[in-house]
């Protein structure tokens, strides 16, 4: 069973910005490594802790047989933060997808591993029908090839729903370090986090925010199951997100935002929590919940396309395109919200990412 470094474990614990990567592909929908590489230097400078690839925001399709990317696009990142770690000795949390049924999430695991990568957070798509020992059981057979962050995925992105028991029995695993809540539903994020509390685990293990459109709320949050001086104090301490693949230096901005007013408990939390609801109504544009998420990839890439960072919005599917009327949303969101983005930062530095 593999351990984390401790400045990782301490780092995933304290809360970081955690991006979700996109793929970067050309028109001829092949993979751009210049500037796959670039969105990875991107986040890193933007400030981010680390960075989670081969996950949904990737594509899960890099996994096909006729795609082939999922090696690839893990590599090419990992190469990218060991050359960025080279030169500024910033260590950064490396995070990869598993998905598929447990020989395939196994080898993913081998795979990660031996690319360097801290984590494995683990999509529990591919068993849909398996009950709750299956599940955990899966888990644990992942957890003693890679350290896992438990990933609660919302099911219209291809997740399932995970009961309260499921979790109880999750957090029993010893190697899982983590945990990623995203299914988009506060009834079925309070089932995690109560699990976490219950477990006499809630120091050991980091709960992340993937619910998009909550993401300040989560951050702020104090959790208490029980009176308050006899219960474990939960705390969700940072994202891992699709909504910070992009404007990524306003949400690590954000996030020591939320860090400073949880430390001084100031009056600020009003305007925070004002800004909280303007977050979402721009997720609401970039990721499409009226249209069931269906326009959530290509919402991301119009974002990126608009800064430059990427070319086009290209998928691997080449039905995966933007809503009707999301395009005009996004322009409406952009110009209500000008605080929110921050194209200014990635136009001064582009250029040299792109190098």
């Known amino acids: 069973m593999t351990s984390l470094p401790q400045q990782i474990i301490d780092q995933l614990r304290n809360g970081v910005v955690i991006p979700a990567h996109p793929l970067a592909l050309n028109s001829t929908r092949k993979l751009d490594e210049k500037r796959q590489c670039a969105l990875t230097r991107y986040y890193c400078a933007a400030g981010a802790g680390g ?19 999922y090696k690839p696009v893990l ?11 080279s030169s500024t000795g910033k260590p950064y949390i490396r995070i990869a997808g598993i998905a598929g049924p447990t020989v395939q ?65 999750a957090v029993e695993i010893e190697n899982l370090m ?14 995690v986090v109560r699990a976490v509390a219950e477990s006499g ?40 997100l699709g909504h910070w693949a992009f404007w990524t230096k306003k949400a690590v ?19 925070i929590l004002t800004l909280g609801q303007q977050i979402t109504d721009a997720n609401a544009a970039v990721f499409d919940p009226h249209n069931n998420f269906a326009g959530c990839i290509p919402g991301i890439h119009e ?9 086009g919005l290209w998928t691997l599917n080449p039905d995966e395109q933007l809503s009707p009327g ?15 983005n921050d194209d200014e930062f990635v136009k001064e530095h582009l250029d040299d990412w792109l190098k």
Do not use: C
């Open 75 to 85: 590599t090419l990142a990992a190469e990218t933060l060991d050359s960025i770690s």
């Open 105 to 169: 999430a196994v080898a993913e695991a081998k795979l990660a591993a031996d690319l360097g990568y801290h984590l494995g957070l683990v999509s529990l798509g591919a068993l849909q029908n398996a009950n709750n020992a299956a599940l955990v059981s899966h888990l644990r057979a992942v957890s003693e090839v890679i350290p896992v962050m438990g990933f609660y995925l919302q099911p219209s992105v291809g997740g399932l729903i995970l009961n309260s028991d499921f979790w109880r029995q």
């Open 253 to 271: 901005e954000l996030l020591a935002a939320v860090h400073a007013v949880r430390k001084a408990k100031k009056k600020t939390l009003f305007d």
């Open 51 to 69: 960075v989670a690839v081969g996950v949904h925001t990737t594509q899960f399709e890099i996994r096909e047989p006729r795609v082939g990317l």
């Open 303 to 311: 974002i990126l396309r608009r800064q430059g960072l990427l070319q």
């Open 326 to 340: 999301q395009l005009s949303e996004i322009d409406r969101i952009y110009a209500t919200y000008p605080h929110l």
């Open 178 to 191: 983590a945990i990623k809540i995203a299914p988009f539903n506060r009834y079925y994020t309070l089932d």
């Open 201 to 240: 685990r809630a120091h050991e293990i980091a709960l992340y925010t993937g619910n998009d459109d909550n993401i300040l709320v989560d951050l702020l949050s104090e959790f208490h199951f029980g009176d308050k001086s006899d219960t474990a104090t939960v705390r969700i301490v940072g994202g891992l």
